[in-house]
């Protein structure tokens, strides 16, 4: 039975994995102003929590975006800590305001997403060696920008902005 390709499956996969690289590059930002930021000499070291992790989240979210099995591995698992995180956070912050509690819980959900993508029977064909020949000779690009894993983290993005970040300006501002 010759392999056919799914260009929803795909686009699913190429929206984590350029999630994967943004979070990687904010990681590597965070690290440099860290060290940038320090007082004391000599404590570079934490420098390598941020940078090692950024540099991780890069290279899984190149080589998931090229289909490697590899990738889906190790996304998996980075999805997996994720969702750790963010149910550790949930649970840290229970009794917050319930604007503060959904970050966490939004980061629970979409690591769910993330994993059941990258799991489920239709999407893991998509990580076979039949699959990535069939790439070599495409012709149609799947597209992400209107995939639910591009969607949702960039509106996730814009409410905490909103939330978090409009109200301290306004504050500035109003001095």
Known sequence: MPVERDLEAEGSIQAI??????????????????????????????LLLPLGMGIAACWIGVTLSRYRVAARFLASLAAALLLLVGSLGALWLFPAPIHVMAIPVFIVIYQLGVLGALWTRGRSRLFTSEYRELLVSRTEEASYLRNPFFISPLVGFVAAFFIFAVPDLVWLLRR
């Not at 994995?17 to 570079?44: D, H, K, N, Y």
């Open 17 to 46: 994995a350029l999630w994967f690289r943004v979070l990687g590059i904010i990681l590597v930002l965070a690290g440099l102003v860290t060290v940038a930021g320090m007082q004391q000499p000599g404590s570079e070291i934490i």
